[in-house]
């Protein structure tokens, strides 16, 4: 049974995403949209569009950010442009900082959602999913479970719309997964659309990939997965965590907008018509 609207019949439509990698879109690759990525965001403005046209689409996630980032970068921006619909992830950056004091945190994070949610906009929320990255990373299951079952309460409390990412079975899979096993692939960010849209009320005919069973890795398929990981991702990262670097210092949000949805083409037929006219995003 199709779940009711939580979207306006009628009046302002704009849709602010707010966050980190997760909503920038990584590991969804798409080098003819703004820093090279697509991503679940970009996938629900586009049916946003298509069921109910006039909607206008702001993304201002950009990878790396901790949730101060957040609050200091993207609040202020996101509450001038009179939001109707906003979704927030942020905090999972922050639980890989084991200096963290995650009661500090989530506190922080209920503000926020408290400012959002004062706007009298839809707010939608997430959990965290329990990557299985490695084995050094079991610890942090702990903090993670604290970091859901806040997120859960202060859903509730504020009304939010919540999308339980910890329960979606979908992503037991490692093909939902980029090759940084941090980041979800092209078909990962395609299902979380459908689920955010699901949540929403809004008709899609976004569906799982039919897949067959993932074949078993031999031991030597393995090492030699686990050695690429280390030099591709692992060895990088430690190396910018020395030098007090991230992968999104250099980056500007991509699509600061809020810029109008066009209802058949998507965002690839806005960057096209803009292109044509000499237009900046």
Known sequence: MARESLLPASGRRVFVA???????????????????VRGWADRVAEK?????????????????????????????????MRPTLVTLYAGGNDILDLKTDMVTLMADYEQLVAQLAGTGATVVLFTGFDVKVSALLEPLKKRN???????????????AVLVDYWCLDAFHDRRMWDSDRLHMSKAGHKYLAGQ??????????????????????????????????????????????????????????????????????????????????????
């Open 48 to 80: 946003l569009a298509k069921a109910q046209p006039g909607w206008r689409y702001a993304n201002l996630a950009i990878r790396s950010k901790r949730l101060r980032h957040v609050v200091a970068e993207q609040l202020e921006p996101a509450l001038r």
């Open 196 to 281: 955010v849209l699901d949540q929403l009320g809004v008709p899609h005919k976004i569906r799982p990939k039919d897949w067959e069973p993932p074949a078993p890795l031999s031991l030597r398929e393995w090492e030699l997965r686990q050695r690429r990981w280390v030099h591709d991702w692992v060895l990088p990262l430690f190396g910018r965590k020395l030098r007090g670097v991230t992968l999104g210092d250099a980056l500007t949000p991509r699509w600061p907008g809020p810029v109008k949805v066009p209802r058949k083409g998507g965002l690839k037929k806005l960057l096209r018509e803009k292109a044509g006219a000499g237009q900046e995003i």
């Open 18 to 36: 707010l966050g980190d990698s997760f909503t920038e879109g990584v590991g969804d690759r798409d080098e003819r949209l703004p820093n090279g």
């Open 145 to 159: 479970t604290f970091y859901n079952n806040r997120v859960r309460a202060i859903a509730e409390k504020y009304n």
